[in-house]
């Protein structure tokens, strides 16, 4: 199914996709609410989404065709290579984004590929997924131990700043005068709050966060 609000552009798609072989187009829309109500009586195994559409969006209309029917997937089409469009389509349940400056053997190919179930960004669009993605796995973790080290107690830090020095939890009980359990349960703990997994992390951690 085609969905875009500009007839030419809908009629410059459909000759491209009907000189390829086993592609066939089964039914049109103008906009987002046309393409969902006419989903119900056909349902294609993709739609080719335009992302800006009156009223209801490409996006929003994404999100409806995701939740409703299982079976449909979407490949986004737009003009806009922008970091907001691309991921907001992406976490809506596109199953692709190419931009409309797209050749003609790319956009065949994409289709192909999510028709089998997998899925296709566009080179600059693949980019940007990437470098957000991993943008918010940097904010995640950095927010994560931002919270951590408010919870460590006095005692912890500074059984923290031996462990930094190198002192083994022997060494470390006596200087305290506390049992070696008692400083192994701490510094469980500590590694525990911190989420690392063994103390070279865990010390690693107390120096790049300047937790002591």
């Known amino acids: 199914m085609l969905v875009d609000d500009h007839s030419i552009v809908r009629d410059g798609i459909r000759l491209l996709l009907e000189q390829a072989e086993g592609l066939e187009i089964i039914d049109e829309a103008n906009d987002g609410e046309e393409a969902l109500e006419k989903l119900k009586t056909h349902q294609p195994d993709l739609v080719l989404m335009d ?3 009156p009223g209801m969006s490409g996006i929003q209309t994404t999100q409806v065709i995701s939740r409703l029917y299982k079976g ?11 970091e907001d469009y691309i991921l907001r389509s992406v976490e809506a ?5 190419i931009l409309k400056d ?16 997998e899925k296709y960004y566009s080179s600059p669009v693949a980019s940007i997924i990437l470098s957000g993605y991993m943008q918010q796995l940097k904010k995640g973790s950095k927010q994560g131990r931002e919270v951590q080290p408010s919870r460590l107690s006095n005692k912890e830090k500074e059984i923290l700043q031996f462990l930094v020095d190198g002192m083994s939890s022997r060494e470390i009980a006596e200087r305290l005068q506390l049992s070696v359990r008692t400083v192994d349960n701490h510094r469980a703990n500590m590694m525990r709050r911190l989420q690392v997994r063994n103390a070279a992390e865990l010390v690693r951690i107390a120096v790049e966060e300047k937790l002591i």
């Open 51 to 53: 992302i800006s559409l």
């Open 72 to 82: 449909v997937r979407v490949l986004m089409l737009s003009m806009h290579n922008n």
């Open 93 to 97: 349940g596109a199953y692709g984004y």
């Open 102 to 117: 797209s050749s003609s053997d790319e956009m065949i190919k994409a289709i192909r590929m999510i028709a089998a179930g």
